[in-house]
């Protein structure tokens, strides 16, 4: 369904806090999206007058662009000498999709160092019943703990329910960073998705000068991700910009051929609009396809994307219809949801909301001279010089 939502708001703030492949940063939506129908609806603004930029949000831009450059630990060490051999299994929606294979062979790397042996379960796109399918292999092989990727807990409740009687950890990995479950045996890893939206909405407020007219992608692929949009986006133009109005697309599986013909509908409707948030990575063909047929060009129209996949970072780089990058690192992702497995085996419960560090604002103002070739995405030299590698085997006993 599509959804045009207009709006005159005001620009709301949010704060600071990295990717590759198509999605990283979304990786859920990657498989599940698009799709179009049309509503309307509007709102008012309540913050800053037409054409200014509140300093709150400049200095969130500037916070945001900024390197992480020192390590610090989602808790305090732990003794890992009793975890010795045993299962691990990582659930994913597609093997085949690059993101997807990267989490399941850096897991593996980490694990390897246990005498832990991983193995990695696709789903059918994330369907209800591969999902289920993968969970109760785990449970079955007697799995001593399993990673979800990119699955929400309501795809498959009753194979959770299993999972939980089994008395397995579980680390939801890549949807949300809290949720339901015993705090012994659950717990949630994921990027900010939606300061990753917001930040891209206040790049595009700074960069119009307080007077953005953004088209956003709105993924209704499940209960989680509308917020991303609804709240990185629309609420951050309604709250903090006078002079910016808001058009919103739902985007879900069924029909991602629509969203060319959704962005160009939208951007002839409203010769004004000049900046478009696209979500993940994979929607970038759909969107700039859309902005041709509208007549625009790369000159007119900038795209913000979440991810940060080596080819999305080049045309940045290169000036080419994308604008901004909200990017996180797929890697880092991957060792800190093996952290947090690591903590749930030795007895340790989930603390509080986990703010991932690794993340990054990406703008013409701080991507040049970074190593865009495939060696600088595997570094994770974009992100700045904390060694996050390092820094859990320390925690763990294990350098």
Known sequence: MITHSMKRGNLMLNGRNRSHGLLAACTVLALTLVGCGSTAESSGSSGDAKGAVPAGVAEAVKAARQPIDTFAGPGPAIDTSKITGGKVYVVVPALEVQDFSVVADEIK???????????????????PDGVA???HQAINAKAIGIVTVGITQNTAPSAIADVAKAGIPLVNG??????PGAPKLVSYVAPGFVKLH?????QFIVDSKGSAHVLAMRTTSNDITPAWADNGVVKVLKDDCGGCSSMVIDVNTVNQDKISTGVSTSLVSDSRMKYIVAGTNNYIPDVVAGAQAAGRSATDIRIGTVGGALAVMQQLGQSQWVGAVAAFSLPALSWYM?????????????????????????TSANVTGLDLTQKGWSSGSWYGKADYANGFLKLWGKN
Request: aromatic share 10%; charged share 15%; hydrophobic share 40%.
């Open 109 to 127: 790397s980490v694990f390897a160092r246990f005498g832990i042996d991983v193995e990695a379960c696709g789903t059918t796109g994330g369907s």
């Open 198 to 202: 917001s930040w891209l909405t206040e």
């Open 133 to 135: 399918n993968c969970l």
């Open 338 to 362: 093996s952290d947090s497995l690591l903590r749930l085996m030795v007895g340790q419960p989930r603390a509080g909301e986990l703010d991932f560090p690794f993340q990054r604002l990406f």
């Open 174 to 179: 890549m949807t949300t960073s809290s949720g």
